[in-house]
């Protein structure tokens, strides 16, 4: 009985492989293809530690089935994407994303596997805050400070720490620097500059969940001349 038990609990919380390049992370709507099962289980692995931020963090659960693809090429300039409205998102193996990696990007220094994980992190953010209120046309200032602070976030103890040192978050950063001229022209110092501003807030958490839920604007109306 006891065999039973732990084979029973074995199943509930290890991923479940569907075929021979797909795989479904446990207890989720989330299923991942990856022509290596080693990124498969990175994937779920990052899925599961994300769930877990989701929920202390305010971040919204992810709602529907969601299809993640491990590829080996995107469009010039992206390591992942979230394709909103279809459910799925495409992020590069490892290796490829490491070969790309900028040498003074700060995430430069993480491991290929820790920068893969947390861009799946990150992609999966997307995927949670694709209803984000915004009284603008677009809101895309807090959706990548949400979708950069959860990559950071998600990193392990020692990472954060060296990532944060590289951001200058004992530099007070205002909220007018996170501006979409800087996200668009600029995107890692934008991400240095949301960990930096998300890390002096009294309750970073709380803070998150304000943005969640329109409580805090980081966007502003836009014209065109």
Known sequence: MRRTLLSAFAAAVLPVLVSADTMLC????????????????????????????FENCNIPPLEGPLYIEIVDRL???????????????????????GALHAPDSPFAFLP?????????????????IADLPCPFETC?????????????????PDFQAAYSAEAGVDTHISRDELSIAILFMAPQIFAQKAWGHLSQREDPCAYLGQIVDGTVLLDRERFDF
């Open 75 to 97: 469009e010039a300039g992206c390591v992942g994407q979230y394709h909103c409205g279809k459910g799925s998102i495409k992020v590069l193996e490892p290796s490829v994303m």
């Open 112 to 128: 290929n596997e820790a920068y893969f994980q947390s861009i799946v992190v990150h992609e999966l953010t997307h995927a949670a």
């Open 140 to 156: 895309v200032v807090a959706q990548e400070y949400l979708a950069y602070t959860m990559q950071v976030m998600s990193l392990a």
């Open 26 to 53: 446990a207890a989720t709507d989330i299923t991942v293809e990856a022509s290596d099962p080693t990124h498969a289980r990175l994937t779920c692995d990052a899925v599961e530690r994300a769930l877990i931020q």
